[in-house]
């Protein structure tokens, strides 16, 4: 089974830019959540998209948002980018299974000018 | 409030040999699910063990091993024979309630085998 596919690996923007980020779970997951990662904050959870909708939201600005497809495919967004924006950003999905962990993608590493 | 503490500076381990990563938690919920990942170089987190807060034995899953105690509230990764692959940060985090992917993670522990 392919495991969570994120793309792209590598992204550079400029500040005020928007970027859209885009996450295949493993195939049969439905449940799909985000994650960013930096040196300073550590891993900090964004999102979590069960079923097309909005499951729960981290503390995050509106800048950030996601959807996710009929396929359980996510895409997220941040608009008006900020140099502290940049960061590793994680997708992971999880099966239906109460106990059942998360499986992260590669991510995207995302460097704001 | 910090939910996850990993306190533990860099650390050296020989190949062969076990390593203890600490991992203390801080919930007011009966249910929760205590959860490690490794993270290589290369980015992607690697799911390594659960233990629920229900489990009365301690998880094992091939060389990693977690010595769970709850009254401590602490669930600390043994990792037995090190291997070269191991070299990693390593990243403990708490889901509390269940059947949702909130996860609060813990800073992280590097870890690095020498030969």
């Known amino acids: 089974k392919a495991g969570v596919t994120q793309t792209p690996r590598y992204l550079i923007k400029t500040r005020g830019q928007q970027v859209t980020l885009s996450c295949s779970p493993i195939s049969g997951h439905r449940s799909v959540s985000w994650y960013q990662q930096t040196p300073g904050q550590g891993l900090q959870f964004l999102f979590e998209?069960?079923?097309?909708?909005?499951?729960n939201k981290g503390n995050f600005p509106g800048r950030f948002s996601g959807r996710q497809f009929s396929n359980s495919r996510s895409e997220m967004n941040v608009s008006t980018l900020e140099l502290g924006d940049s960061a590793l950003y994680l997708c992971?999905?999880?099966?239906?299974?109460?106990?059942?962990?998360?499986?992260f993608g590669n991510g995207t590493r995302l460097t704001v000018t | 409030a910090q939910k996850i503490t990993q306190t533990q500076p860099g650390m050296f381990v020989q190949e062969k040999e076990a390593v203890t990563l600490d991992c203390t938690y801080d919930?007011?919920?009966?249910?929760?699910?205590l959860f490690w990942y490794k993270q290589p170089s290369s980015g992607e987190m690697i799911f390594l063990i659960y233990?629920?807060?229900?489990?009365?034995q301690n998880a094992t899953e091939g060389r990693y091993s977690l010595n769970f105690q709850k009254a401590r509230k602490s669930a600390n990764l043994v990792i037995s024979a090190s291997q070269l692959g191991d070299s990693a940060m390593y990243f403990c985090a708490m889901r509390e309630g269940q059947g949702n992917n909130r996860l609060a993670f813990g800073k992280g522990n590097q870890v690095v085998v020498i030969p």
């Open positions: 998209y069960f079923s097309e909708t909005q499951r």
């Open positions: 992971a999905s999880r099966s239906a299974g109460e106990n059942s962990p998360l499986h």
């Open positions: 919930t007011s919920d009966q249910s929760y699910g």
């Open positions: 233990q629920g807060s229900y489990d009365e």
